[in-house]
Protein backbone atom coordinates (compact mmCIF):
# COMPACT_ATOMS: atom_id res chain seq x y z
CA UNK A 1 0.00 0.00 0.00
CA UNK A 2 1.61 3.46 -0.96
CA UNK A 3 2.33 5.64 1.75
CA UNK A 4 3.06 9.52 1.34
CA UNK A 5 5.19 10.99 4.55
CA UNK A 6 5.96 14.36 4.29
CA UNK A 7 8.51 16.10 6.69
CA UNK A 8 8.65 18.19 8.58
CA UNK A 9 4.80 18.99 9.69
CA UNK A 10 5.68 22.20 10.36
CA UNK A 11 8.34 24.98 9.79
CA UNK A 12 8.68 28.68 10.92
CA UNK A 13 10.86 30.88 8.97
CA UNK A 14 12.11 34.33 8.54
CA UNK A 15 11.64 36.15 5.51
CA UNK A 16 14.26 35.42 2.78
CA UNK A 17 15.75 32.43 3.95
CA UNK A 18 15.72 29.20 1.19
CA UNK A 19 13.68 26.38 2.08
CA UNK A 20 13.63 22.48 1.48
CA UNK A 21 10.56 20.59 1.54
CA UNK A 22 10.69 16.66 1.86
CA UNK A 23 8.28 14.24 0.62
CA UNK A 24 9.00 10.28 0.72
CA UNK A 25 6.69 7.48 -0.40
CA UNK A 26 6.48 3.75 0.24
CA UNK A 27 6.01 2.27 -3.40
CA UNK A 28 8.34 3.89 -6.87
CA UNK A 29 5.80 2.61 -9.07
CA UNK A 30 4.06 6.23 -9.84
CA UNK A 31 2.90 8.02 -12.93
CA UNK A 32 4.01 11.50 -11.14
CA UNK A 33 4.48 13.33 -8.72
CA UNK A 34 2.65 16.65 -7.42
CA UNK A 35 3.68 19.66 -5.27
CA UNK A 36 0.40 21.99 -4.39
CA UNK A 37 -0.07 24.60 -2.36
CA UNK A 38 -3.36 25.06 0.01
CA UNK A 39 -3.97 28.27 2.00
CA UNK A 40 -6.46 28.01 5.06
CA UNK A 41 -9.80 27.29 4.38
CA UNK A 42 -9.09 26.56 0.65
CA UNK A 43 -8.80 24.55 -2.20
CA UNK A 44 -5.68 23.15 -4.10
CA UNK A 45 -3.61 24.83 -6.19
CA UNK A 46 -0.92 23.05 -8.12
CA UNK A 47 2.28 24.28 -8.47
CA UNK A 48 4.64 21.51 -9.92
CA UNK A 49 4.09 18.32 -11.43
CA UNK A 50 7.04 16.04 -12.01
CA UNK A 51 6.38 12.69 -14.51
CA UNK A 52 8.61 9.62 -13.32
CA UNK A 53 10.73 10.13 -15.97
CA UNK A 54 11.62 13.38 -14.63
CA UNK A 55 14.14 14.44 -12.40
CA UNK A 56 13.11 17.93 -11.79
CA UNK A 57 11.08 20.89 -12.94
CA UNK A 58 10.95 24.62 -12.42
CA UNK A 59 8.49 27.20 -11.47
CA UNK A 60 9.98 31.14 -10.55
CA UNK A 61 11.15 30.51 -7.05
CA UNK A 62 10.08 26.88 -7.03
CA UNK A 63 12.11 23.99 -7.77
CA UNK A 64 11.05 20.13 -7.14
CA UNK A 65 12.85 17.15 -7.61
CA UNK A 66 12.25 13.48 -8.01
CA UNK A 67 14.18 10.34 -6.92
CA UNK A 68 12.01 7.53 -8.03
CA UNK A 69 14.35 4.85 -6.73
CA UNK A 70 14.78 6.24 -3.74
CA UNK A 71 10.69 7.37 -3.02
CA UNK A 72 11.67 10.83 -2.54
CA UNK A 73 10.82 14.15 -3.55
CA UNK A 74 12.00 17.51 -2.54
CA UNK A 75 10.70 21.17 -2.82
CA UNK A 76 12.70 23.94 -2.80
CA UNK A 77 11.57 27.72 -2.14
CA UNK A 78 14.02 29.95 -2.85
CA UNK A 79 14.03 33.24 -1.09
CA UNK A 80 10.71 32.70 0.92
CA UNK A 81 8.44 36.09 1.57
CA UNK A 82 5.30 35.87 4.12
CA UNK A 83 3.13 34.95 0.47
CA UNK A 84 4.48 32.11 0.71
CA UNK A 85 2.70 31.02 3.94
CA UNK A 86 0.34 28.26 3.63
CA UNK A 87 0.18 24.57 3.45
CA UNK A 88 2.39 22.45 1.37
CA UNK A 89 0.93 19.14 0.00
CA UNK A 90 2.95 16.27 -1.64
CA UNK A 91 0.75 13.32 -3.70
CA UNK A 92 1.85 10.80 -5.67
CA UNK A 93 -0.20 8.89 -8.97
CA UNK A 94 0.63 5.40 -8.33
CA UNK A 95 0.54 3.49 -11.48
CA UNK A 96 -2.03 0.93 -10.11
CA UNK A 97 -5.54 2.33 -10.00
CA UNK A 98 -7.00 4.58 -12.77
CA UNK A 99 -5.86 8.73 -11.56
CA UNK A 100 -6.22 8.39 -8.16
CA UNK A 101 -3.62 10.83 -5.88
CA UNK A 102 -2.51 9.71 -2.46
CA UNK A 103 -1.15 12.44 -0.36
CA UNK A 104 0.87 13.52 2.19
CA UNK A 105 -0.18 15.34 5.57
CA UNK A 106 1.67 18.10 4.37
CA UNK A 107 4.23 21.14 5.39
CA UNK A 108 2.24 23.86 7.07
CA UNK A 109 4.97 27.04 6.69
CA UNK A 110 4.56 30.10 8.02
CA UNK A 111 7.57 33.19 6.36
CA UNK A 112 7.19 35.36 9.11
CA UNK A 113 8.69 39.11 8.03
CA UNK B 1 -4.96 24.98 -16.48
CA UNK B 2 -8.60 23.96 -16.01
CA UNK B 3 -11.13 25.34 -13.71
CA UNK B 4 -13.32 23.48 -11.26
CA UNK B 5 -16.23 25.16 -9.34
CA UNK B 6 -17.94 23.93 -6.12
CA UNK B 7 -21.52 24.96 -4.57
CA UNK B 8 -21.86 25.70 -1.54
CA UNK B 9 -18.56 27.33 -0.77
CA UNK B 10 -19.71 26.21 3.07
CA UNK B 11 -23.30 25.18 4.49
CA UNK B 12 -24.79 24.58 8.05
CA UNK B 13 -27.11 22.18 8.69
CA UNK B 14 -29.08 20.48 11.42
CA UNK B 15 -28.70 16.58 12.29
CA UNK B 16 -30.45 14.39 10.54
CA UNK B 17 -30.87 16.75 7.62
CA UNK B 18 -29.38 15.69 3.94
CA UNK B 19 -27.20 17.97 1.74
CA UNK B 20 -25.79 18.10 -1.92
CA UNK B 21 -22.83 19.50 -2.83
CA UNK B 22 -21.96 19.93 -6.27
CA UNK B 23 -18.64 19.84 -8.49
CA UNK B 24 -18.72 21.62 -12.01
CA UNK B 25 -15.71 21.57 -14.63
CA UNK B 26 -16.49 24.53 -16.30
CA UNK B 27 -14.20 24.89 -19.25
CA UNK B 28 -13.74 20.92 -19.97
CA UNK B 29 -15.09 17.85 -20.11
CA UNK B 30 -14.51 15.85 -17.23
CA UNK B 31 -14.74 11.94 -17.62
CA UNK B 32 -13.72 11.94 -14.09
CA UNK B 33 -14.32 13.06 -11.10
CA UNK B 34 -12.58 12.59 -7.64
CA UNK B 35 -14.27 13.18 -3.98
CA UNK B 36 -11.89 14.07 -1.32
CA UNK B 37 -12.24 14.90 2.86
CA UNK B 38 -10.24 16.80 4.92
CA UNK B 39 -10.45 16.83 8.46
CA UNK B 40 -8.60 19.82 10.00
CA UNK B 41 -4.69 19.83 10.17
CA UNK B 42 -4.94 16.68 8.33
CA UNK B 43 -4.69 15.83 4.45
CA UNK B 44 -6.47 14.61 1.77
CA UNK B 45 -8.25 11.37 1.57
CA UNK B 46 -10.35 9.91 -1.00
CA UNK B 47 -13.46 9.06 -0.80
CA UNK B 48 -14.47 8.00 -3.76
CA UNK B 49 -13.89 8.34 -7.78
CA UNK B 50 -16.72 8.50 -10.28
CA UNK B 51 -16.40 8.53 -14.08
CA UNK B 52 -19.42 9.72 -16.10
CA UNK B 53 -22.57 7.79 -16.12
CA UNK B 54 -20.96 4.92 -14.24
CA UNK B 55 -21.32 4.01 -10.59
CA UNK B 56 -18.96 5.60 -8.45
CA UNK B 57 -16.11 3.42 -6.90
CA UNK B 58 -15.75 3.90 -3.04
CA UNK B 59 -12.73 3.94 -1.23
CA UNK B 60 -13.27 1.07 1.89
CA UNK B 61 -14.46 2.24 4.62
CA UNK B 62 -16.65 4.71 3.25
CA UNK B 63 -20.47 4.30 3.34
CA UNK B 64 -22.11 4.74 0.28
CA UNK B 65 -25.52 4.73 1.56
CA UNK B 66 -24.41 7.61 3.42
CA UNK B 67 -22.49 9.40 0.66
CA UNK B 68 -24.65 9.16 -2.68
CA UNK B 69 -22.39 10.32 -6.02
CA UNK B 70 -24.01 11.02 -9.08
CA UNK B 71 -21.74 11.82 -12.39
CA UNK B 72 -24.56 12.57 -14.20
CA UNK B 73 -22.60 14.56 -16.84
CA UNK B 74 -19.16 15.34 -18.34
CA UNK B 75 -19.21 18.64 -16.33
CA UNK B 76 -21.48 17.86 -12.96
CA UNK B 77 -20.74 15.80 -10.44
CA UNK B 78 -22.64 15.98 -6.82
CA UNK B 79 -22.00 14.26 -3.57
CA UNK B 80 -25.10 13.92 -1.20
CA UNK B 81 -24.66 13.58 2.45
CA UNK B 82 -27.30 11.73 4.08
CA UNK B 83 -29.03 11.99 7.36
CA UNK B 84 -25.97 14.34 8.44
CA UNK B 85 -23.94 13.89 11.57
CA UNK B 86 -21.88 16.54 13.64
CA UNK B 87 -19.08 13.84 12.74
CA UNK B 88 -19.36 14.56 9.13
CA UNK B 89 -18.63 18.28 9.62
CA UNK B 90 -15.42 18.54 7.37
CA UNK B 91 -14.27 20.33 4.34
CA UNK B 92 -14.95 18.53 1.33
CA UNK B 93 -12.61 18.75 -2.37
CA UNK B 94 -14.08 17.12 -5.34
CA UNK B 95 -11.51 17.29 -8.33
CA UNK B 96 -11.93 16.57 -12.09
CA UNK B 97 -9.61 15.17 -14.79
CA UNK B 98 -10.60 14.52 -18.40
CA UNK B 99 -9.34 12.74 -21.55
CA UNK B 100 -6.58 15.72 -22.60
CA UNK B 101 -5.16 16.13 -18.79
CA UNK B 102 -2.64 14.09 -17.03
CA UNK B 103 -3.70 15.60 -13.72
CA UNK B 104 -6.46 16.55 -11.71
CA UNK B 105 -7.61 19.73 -10.69
CA UNK B 106 -9.03 21.00 -7.96
CA UNK B 107 -12.36 22.89 -6.28
CA UNK B 108 -12.33 25.16 -4.10
CA UNK B 109 -14.10 23.38 -1.34
CA UNK B 110 -16.63 23.35 0.86
CA UNK B 111 -16.80 23.49 4.59
CA UNK B 112 -19.69 21.29 5.79
CA UNK B 113 -21.01 21.93 10.20
CA UNK B 114 -23.34 20.00 10.96
CA UNK B 115 -25.18 21.13 14.35
Known amino acids: KQEVTQIPAALSVPEGENLVLNCSFT??????LQWFRQDPGKGLTSLLL?????REQTSGRLNASLDKSSGRSTLYIAASQPGDSATYLC????????????FGAGTRLAVHP | GAVVSQHPSWVICKSGTSVKIECRSL??????MFWYRQFPKQSLMLMAT?????????EQGVEKDKFLINHASLTLSTLTVTSAHPEDSSFYIC???????????FGPGTRLTVL
Open chain 2, 27 to 32: DFQATT
Open chain 1, 27 to 32: DSAIYN
Open chain 2, 95 to 105: SASGVSYNEQF
Open chain 1, 91 to 102: AVRPTSGYNKLI
Open chain 2, 50 to 58: SNEGSKATY
Open chain 1, 50 to 54: IQSSQ
